[in-house]
């Protein structure tokens, strides 16, 4: 079952320059930067519980970097692909677990614009707010 912002108090983040806005938990820490977003319970954020990160479409190596090194990242993993519509635009949201590892978890969603591709990520352990996280983000 999907956890609500109504359920769950939440703040918003807005980063004026990157052009963006997205809603988190209220009693998370929240940082915005040039190249990501993250956010957790954690001061510091050393075990981020979500984060997004972008790049330009122009900056093949940071493309590379963050959204085409999931093949190996991949193996032996169930995979799990949906489409869904954030801010508009279709995204692929994928899940993905280990076989024969319960512990194994990982979350994620891309969403790629003309200009910029995003990549919302859930740091590993299932958690029922990451949905109405990512469906928060929307364009200013």
């Not at 050393?46 to 193996?75: G, H, L, M, P």
Request: proline share 3%; hydrophobic share 35%; net charge neutral.
């Amino acid at each position: 079952t999907s956890v609500s912002a109504q359920e769950v108090k939440w703040k918003t983040f807005k980063d004026k320059k990157m052009g963006y806005s997205v809603e988190y938990p209220k009693k998370w820490k929240a940082r915005g930067g040039d190249y990501s977003f993250i956010c957790g319970e954690e001061p510091g954020m050393i075990n981020a519980d979500f984060t997004i990160q972008w790049s330009s479409v122009n900056d093949k190596e940071r493309i590379d970097f963050i959204f085409n090194n999931d093949v190996d990242f991949y193996k032996n993993c169930q995979v799990d692909r949906e489409t869904v519509t954030i801010s508009g635009i279709k995204a692929e949201h994928i899940v993905a677990t280990k076989v024969g590892n319960a512990t194994f978890y990982s979350e994620v969603v891309i969403l790629k614009t003309p200009e910029k591709w995003y990549r919302f990520e859930n740091s590993g352990v299932k958690d029922n707010k990451f949905v109405p996280f990512f469906m928060s983000f929307t364009f200013l």
